[in-house]
């Protein structure tokens, strides 16, 4: 495990929460940063800030040094074979937008099928349906088995010549679950279709090399890997990202600008209308450079060792559910549950009371909660921060809670 | 704030046993209601005879405050004039409004839920303002279902 005293760089571990020590356990919705991510974007802001590409300046040039090491390090992050291939985005959300509109409005029509997983986070679906409106393109759901496992078989069933996109996450927000997204992706190859891999939990939590994942494009959000709200990656494979078009028009992605046409900037200007998040991309640097430094391989066995402890620990609570595999195989720290008698918002009412953050909900996976029978459920995710004794504190927390509710 | 304000054993015991559950073959009046933040859902028919509800049926899913809330509304509103519930609605709204004036709405600030009789033990929401909606779900799901009569 990794030692504790990281927690000694997030500040705000150390406030208390209604009197109690805070057991902050919903890093899958968003993590806490560090003091380095916080102490980058500040320097940045009070030594060289200015905006960037634009001025012939020294502080804008320097901004845009700085900048333009961050989509380095991002590269370098997820084992991109050029910085080129890196757009710095909003986020995972706007990240699969620009695909689904940029790629999918050009190249799908009647006829085409966007094949899905039944696990997709709504940011994986809803752009492909507005897509599928578009283009009268169809889309098509690969199940789940009932150990909470993606059915990769029954998805090679509905992989044909009609699928020209695959979509699927590398890691499920609410399940934990990992699916084998290297043999998806041949598989997609082989019958022609482009693979969309959202990474937005994947890339918190484990090395991640594009390369090997075999995506044609891959999505992710720096505010749940450490840095600030507002930044994600955008990584697309070049050939890939040359047949497709710009989402959004605007200053610094064009060539030149006529008065009925425009000639685009080079890749990845193209995709970067207006004004970056230039700060926010040097806090994401801060981040992967500060995840580097622990070892993301390190971050890997430290959250599967605390997920091993909360399932043995949770599985000793009566009445208590998990939805998710229940052994450590292709699984990552995420802990979706319920507890019988006790509505999961009311769960998330009563531990915030002890201290305890969690999430409860559909998370953003309508489909999938009715797939697997609830509507709503409570989740505990882990990063590298936590500890054993946060387990103990939800664990308590949870006592408490079929107290209060008289469930046995 | 504690969670014992928040969880009184009347709201628990309306959770665990919802009265008035089920649907109406005759509904006067219908309206369903859901929060999709949490997921929340009330179904609600009622009944109206003679300027009067005369039967009310829910069904619903969701957690504790949501569905106890709805209970006693079902209980608080069988039998009352449609006036009478129209004021219930305007006291109990009065009662979960922590940003409007007390005073204005004419409701005692130490006992804003002074004039709801059982209903007042959902008074211990206001300090948990995140689960306001939930409390709300099933009275605005009337005002709607209202609408038809
Ligand atoms: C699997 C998955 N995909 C996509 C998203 C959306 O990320 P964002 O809200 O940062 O765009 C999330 C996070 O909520 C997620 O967990």
């Known amino acids: ?408 | 704030m504690s969670l014992e304000e928040l969880y009184r054993e009347v709201i628990l015991d309306h959770y665990r046993s919802p009265r008035h559950k089920g649907k109406l073959e005759h509904a006067s009046a219908h309206a369903e209601g859901h929060n999709p933040l949490c997921g929340d859902e009330i179904a609600l028919d009622l009944l109206v005879e003679g300027g009067k509800v005369t039967k009310v049926a829910i069904t619903g899913q969701g957690c504790s405050i949501s569905q106890a809330s709805a209970s006693m509304m079902a209980e608080a509103i069988e039998g009352k004039s449609l006036d009478e519930v129209r004021d219930l609605i305007g006291k109990f709204k009065a009662m979960m409004d922590i940003e409007g004036d007390p005073k204005d709405a004419g409701i005692d600030p130490a006992r804003p839920g002074a004039a709801l009789g059982d209903l007042e033990a959902l008074q211990g929401v206001r300090k948990f303002p995140v689960r306001i909606k939930c409390a709300n779900l099933p009275w605005t799901t009337l005002e709607q279902a209202l609408e038809d009569v």
């Open chain 1, 1 to 408: 495990m990794i030692d504790p005293s990281v927690r000694d760089d997030f500040p705000i571990l150390s406030r208390t929460i209604r009197g109690k020590r805070l057991a902050f356990l919903d890093s899958a919705a968003s993590s806490q940063k560090p003091r380095q991510v916080l102490d980058a974007m500040d320097e940045l802001y009070r030594t060289k800030y200015a905006n960037v590409y634009r001025g012939a300046y020294l502080l804008s040039e320097e901004a845009t040094t700085a900048y333009e090491a961050a989509r380095a390090t991002a590269a370098e992050f997820i084992g991109a074979d050029t910085a080129t291939e890196v757009i710095f985005t909003r986020g995972t959300t706007t990240s699969l937008n620009m695909v689904a509109y940029g790629w999918g409005l050009e190249h799908l029509g009647e006829g085409d099928k966007i094949l899905l997983t039944m696990m997709e986070h709504h940011a994986n679906v809803v752009p492909w349906q507005l897509i599928s409106r578009h283009t009268g393109a169809e889309l098509v759901y690969a199940p789940i088995t009932d150990d909470y496992r993606l059915d990769v078989d029954a998805l090679y069933q509905l992989l044909d010549d009609s699928v020209k996109v695959v979509g699927v996450t590398a890691m499920s927000n609410v399940l934990g679950t990992i699916p084998p997204v290297a043999d998806i992706a041949a598989a997609a190859h082989q019958v022609g279709a482009l693979v969309v891999v959202d990474g937005a939990q994947l890339t918190p939590h484990e090395p991640v090399d594009v390369q090997a994942l075999g995506a044609d494009f891959y999505a992710f959000s720096g505010h749940k890997m450490l840095g600030p709200t507002g930044i994600g990656v955008l990584w697309g494979r070049m050939e890939r990202l040359e047949e497709m078009e710009p989402m959004e028009g605007g200053g610094e992605m064009i060539a030149d600008v006529q008065l009925h046409s425009s000639t685009w900037a080079p890749i990845p200007h193209r995709f970067e209308a207006g004004t970056p998040p230039i700060a926010e991309a040097v806090g994401l640097a801060a981040a992967m450079n500060y995840l580097s430094a622990i070892g993301m391989d390190q971050v890997a066995k430290h959250d599967a060792a605390l997920t091993e402890y909360a399932l043995g620990a949770l599985s000793n609570i009566g009445g208590l559910h998990i939805y998710g595999p229940d052994d450590m195989q292709h699984r990552g720290g995420v802990v979706s549950f319920t507890v019988d008698g006790i509505h999961p918002h009311d769960l998330a009412t009563i531990l915030d009371g002890d201290g305890v953050a969690i999430r409860a909900g559909h998370h953003c996976a309508r489909p999938l909660a009715r797939t697997i029978g609830a509507s709503s459920t409570a989740r505990a995710s882990f990063y590298v921060y936590n500890t054993t004794e946060d387990v103990d504190q939800l664990v308590d927390g949870l006592h408490h809670a079929k107290e209060l509710f008289g469930v046995a």
